[in-house]
């Protein structure tokens, strides 16, 4: 692995009075997918928003590319290359396809905005279909695609990632999931949450359990997925069933 | 068994786009049926359309053979049918407890007759809830956050208590927008085995729009598939996933 691009250590942060977050320590290199996972509840999608700058860390520290970033604004940790894909009110509804993909380009030079557009539309064929289409009527799973393709439109060097795969057909999580494949194989790291544990597992090349805000276990994706401890916190018994018959892992 | 809730020739369009196009879909008392299909193929629309949030442009629906179409979602549900929705709905500044504690139905304490004159029934009837609505938070295990505001629950620990809400109220039908969606794992085996126990012991009818296959799979007596607007198929779970039709708009490799 190269030098780790994100570097966060035991971070803190919570709402109003409420802790969430009570230190979680991560790396993730530029040219790897990081799988974080854990119980409901554990804290995985405040962990993104407190790197991502959209919650502010009360404690610890997170740094990105060498620079210390906590408590950075989100547009300047986007201008900096760190995407981050929420996982609910992703896209804005009342704009059309294209021009949410436009808004992604901003954080670039103007004249970069046009080929990156093109470059990401290229990538996904459905955003071509519906360039025209508002947003707010397409279905949940398609608006996952036009987030994840806008985030792409910034060029980012690392992606945050709240559960990609959430609402998403089996196909349609095939979709997502080579593509993130993809996006390692361009050099752009992933930071992601993901329910799909087994899936992501699969995928990642690391792994992090959360619980209760905490780091509880952390390793290869392949040794968390047949950890016992993983097993009983989190995976369950079915997750240990073999796939479906014709099919890869679920 | 007999049809509960009968959709026919059902269609609606948005703004030319035809979201769901003369589907038509039977949900057999005390039967599980999954309603599964892309993104995009009108899933959603159409629970919208039988819930009333959405006004059919055409067709007719049924609910335990009385039309419900032309009803709002509040008469709907008085008629016996609950949802859950996608993006989980709370009361975000009532805690845990009391979100699910309203969900239940009969609550005599509403009226000021029931809170003068049948003052021991309304306190049997209040505590009955309260250990009921316990027993629902064990068992989505939000009950550490029993007395927490609920606007403090993350997004998945939300849809949960959605879920504990529909089991309070316990509809004769219960529509179910992606329960599985952001669940972990392990818990995921959990709440089938309820939704299992709730056909089984009472009689609850569902119909859910789900992804997760290792669900629709082992939960579900028919499943209904939907592809553009319209209705694919319908089967038992091992006709659905051996067609190719369903593998190749919707299961990919998965079959």
Same mark, same amino acid.
């Given at each position: 692995?190269?030098?780790? *691009?994100?570097?966060?250590?035991?971070?803190?942060?919570?709402?109003?009075?409420?802790?969430?977050?009570?230190?979680?320590?991560?790396?993730?290199?530029?040219?790897?997918?990081?799988?974080?996972?854990?119980?409901?509840?554990?804290?995985?999608?405040?962990?993104?928003? $407190?790197?991502?700058?959209?919650?502010?860390?009360?404690?610890?520290?997170? *740094?990105?590319?060498?620079?210390?970033?906590?408590? &950075?604004?989100?547009?300047?940790?986007?201008?900096?290359? =760190?995407?981050?894909?929420?996982?609910?009110?992703?896209?804005?509804?009342?704009?059309?396809? &294209?021009?949410?993909?436009?808004?992604?380009?901003?954080?670039?030079?103007?004249?970069?905005?046009?080929?990156?557009?093109?470059?990401?539309?290229?990538?996904?064929?459905? =955003?071509?279909?519906?360039r025209r289409q508002r947003a707010g009527t397409l279905s949940g799973g398609q608006r996952k695609l036009v987030a994840l393709a806008r985030a792409l439109v910034g060029r980012p060097s690392l992606l945050l990632l709240?559960?990609?795969? $959430?609402?998403?057909?089996?196909?349609?999580?095939?979709?997502?999931?080579?593509?993130?494949?993809?996006?390692?194989?361009?050099?752009?790291?992933?930071?992601?949450?993901?329910?799909?544990?087994?899936?992501?597992?699969?995928?990642?090349?690391?792994?992090?359990?959360?619980?209760?805000?905490?780091?509880?276990?952390?390793?290869?994706?392949?040794?968390?997925?047949?950890?016992?401890?993983?097993?009983?916190?989190?995976?369950?018994?079915?997750?240990?069933?073999?796939?479906?018959?014709?099919?890869?892992?679920? | 068994?007999?049809?509960?809730?009968?959709?026919?020739?059902?269609?609606?369009?948005?703004?030319?786009?035809?979201?769901?196009?003369?589907?038509? =879909?039977?949900?057999?008392?005390?039967?599980?049926?999954?309603?599964?299909?892309?993104?995009?193929?009108?899933?959603?629309?159409?629970?919208?359309?039988?819930?009333?949030?959405?006004?059919?442009?055409?067709?007719?629906?049924?609910?335990?053979?009385?039309?419900?179409? /032309?009803?709002?979602?509040?008469?709907?549900?008085?008629?016996?049918?609950?949802?859950?929705?996608?993006?989980?709905?709370?009361?975000?500044?009532?805690?845990?407890?009391?979100?699910?504690?309203? *969900?239940?139905?009969? #609550?005599?304490?509403?009226?000021?007759?029931?809170?003068? $004159?049948?003052?021991?029934?309304?306190? /049997?009837?209040?505590?009955?809830?309260?250990?009921? *609505?316990?027993?629902?938070? /064990?068992?989505?295990?939000?009950?550490?956050?029993?007395?927490?505001?609920?606007?403090?629950?993350?997004?998945?620990?939300?849809?949960?208590?959605?879920?504990?809400?529909?089991?309070?109220a316990a509809p004769r039908l219960i529509l179910l927008d992606e329960p599985m969606a952001g669940v972990a794992p392990a818990l995921r085996e959990e709440l089938l085995a309820h939704v299992l126990e709730l056909r089984?012991?009472?009689?609850?009818?569902?119909?859910?729009?789900? #992804?997760?296959?290792?669900?629709?799979?082992?939960?579900?007596?028919?499943?209904?598939?939907m592809n553009e607007g319209r209705v694919l198929m319908g089967g038992t779970p091992d006709e659905v996933r051996n067609d190719d039709r369903v593998i190749d708009a919707y299961l990919g490799t998965h079959a």
């Amino acid at each position: 692995m190269s030098d780790p *691009a994100l570097v966060v250590r035991d971070l803190h942060a919570g709402y109003d009075e409420v802790p969430v977050l009570r230190g979680v320590s991560l790396h993730g290199g530029a040219d790897e997918i990081v799988a974080v996972i854990g119980p409901n509840g554990a804290g995985k999608s405040t962990f993104l928003k $407190a790197v991502a700058g959209i919650v502010r860390p009360t404690s610890g520290s997170v *740094a990105f590319g060498g620079d210390d970033v906590t408590g &950075a604004r989100p547009d300047r940790l986007t201008r900096r290359g =760190l995407g981050f894909v929420p996982q609910l009110d992703n896209v804005f509804p009342t704009l059309t396809v &294209a021009e949410n993909l436009d808004v992604g380009a901003q954080a670039l030079a103007r004249r970069d905005r046009h080929d990156a557009v093109a470059a990401v539309v290229e990538q996904f064929p459905l =955003l071509r279909e519906r360039r025209r289409q508002r947003a707010g009527t397409l279905s949940g799973g398609q608006r996952k695609l036009v987030a994840l393709a806008r985030a792409l439109v910034g060029r980012p060097s690392l992606l945050l990632l709240d559960e990609p795969s $959430a609402g998403l057909s089996p196909r349609a999580t095939d979709m997502v999931f080579d593509e993130l494949e993809g996006v390692r194989e361009r050099g752009i790291g992933i930071v992601m949450v993901e329910q799909n544990a087994r899936r992501a597992l699969s995928l990642a090349d690391r792994g992090y359990v959360l619980d209760m805000g905490r780091n509880a276990h952390a390793g290869t994706g392949a040794d968390l997925l047949v950890d016992p401890r993983v097993i009983e916190l989190y995976l369950g018994s079915m997750t240990a069933a073999p796939p479906p018959p014709g099919g890869t892992s679920r | 068994m007999s049809a509960l809730l009968e959709a026919r020739g059902v269609s609606k369009a948005f703004a030319g786009v035809r979201a769901v196009d003369d589907a038509s =879909l039977t949900v057999e008392s005390g039967s599980i049926t999954a309603l599964i299909g892309p993104n995009g193929a009108g899933k959603s629309t159409l629970f919208n359309c039988i819930s009333g949030f959405v006004r059919p442009d055409h067709g007719h629906i049924e609910l335990a053979g009385r039309r419900i179409d /032309r009803r709002p979602p509040h008469r709907i549900v008085r008629a016996g049918l609950g949802r859950t929705f996608q993006t989980a709905r709370a009361l975000t500044r009532m805690t845990v407890l009391d979100n699910v504690r309203l *969900a239940a139905p009969e #609550h005599p304490g509403e009226q000021l007759w029931g809170i003068v $004159a049948r003052r021991a029934a309304v306190r /049997r009837r209040e505590q009955e809830v309260t250990e009921q *609505a316990h027993e629902l938070l /064990r068992l989505v295990r939000l009950d550490a956050h029993a007395g927490a505001l609920s606007g403090t629950l993350s997004g998945g620990q939300r849809k949960l208590l959605d879920l504990a809400r529909i089991l309070m109220a316990a509809p004769r039908l219960i529509l179910l927008d992606e329960p599985m969606a952001g669940v972990a794992p392990a818990l995921r085996e959990e709440l089938l085995a309820h939704v299992l126990e709730l056909r089984a012991g009472r009689g609850l009818s569902f119909l859910v729009v789900e #992804h997760d296959l290792g669900f629709v799979m082992q939960a579900s007596d028919r499943v209904v598939v939907m592809n553009e607007g319209r209705v694919l198929m319908g089967g038992t779970p091992d006709e659905v996933r051996n067609d190719d039709r369903v593998i190749d708009a919707y299961l990919g490799t998965h079959a």
